[in-house]
């Protein structure tokens, strides 16, 4: 039998090259679609004891799927850093300051309140007791159910709202802050 690349008797999807005397080490990927039909030893071309089994798919599948592998890992991690750091950054509504204690047992309080009943003093409460804009927003936007609502007031609603919880408790530290923010309507 003459030199040349044959069909690889253990591996469908391959093809290995005949020296002319003996299989050598070299082997090439089919370019079929299908793998051709079960291959089987013949005289033209035993398989000869230095001819390493071949594995299903060959070397090459298991890269590509070790390629494959890392880049679904990589994606992975970029989307979880991606969520991680949306997470940090602040919402459209959300306050730089942390509303301290009293402003969170106000709020608390006030979103306690069943809907169906006002919560005028609890509200005055949480003007009373969160000193700046910053720490009443981040109260609000924790317990938006104190103004009856499902989530908290946008920045564009803000001025609006502060001048609902603000009308009457001008005086209060809050209400100051907002009102040289020129926050208050």
Not at 3 to 23: H, I, M, N, S, V
Not at 87 to 112: I, R
Request: proline letters at 9%; hydrophobic letters at 40%; aromatic letters at 4%.
């Amino acid at each position: 039998m003459p030199a040349g690349w044959l069909p690889d008797p253990q591996d469908p999807w391959t093809e290995r090259f005949w020296d002319g005397r003996k299989w050598t080490g070299q082997t090439r990927v089919v370019a079929e679609k299908q793998p051709p039909a079960k291959r089987t030893e013949t005289a033209a071309h035993p398989l000869t004891p230095e001819q390493p089994a071949a594995r299903p798919g060959g070397r090459r599948s298991g890269i590509v799927f070790l390629i494959g592998t890392a880049v679904v890992l990589g994606l992975i991690v970029v989307a979880v850093a991606t969520m991680d750091r949306q997470s940090d950054e602040p919402s459209e509504t959300s306050a730089v300051a942390a509303p301290g204690p009293a402003c969170v047992s106000a709020f608390e309080a006030a979103a306690a309140v069943p809907l169906d009943q006002i919560n005028d003093t609890e509200m005055v409460r949480t003007v009373q007791e969160c000193t700046t804009v910053d720490e009443w927003s981040a109260g609000i936007e924790r317990y938006p159910e104190a103004l009856g609502m499902t989530q908290a007031p946008t920045r564009a609603e803000l001025p609006m709202t502060l001048g609902t919880v603000c009308s009457g408790n001008e005086s209060a530290a809050m209400c100051q802050d907002a009102s040289a923010q020129g926050l208050l309507q």
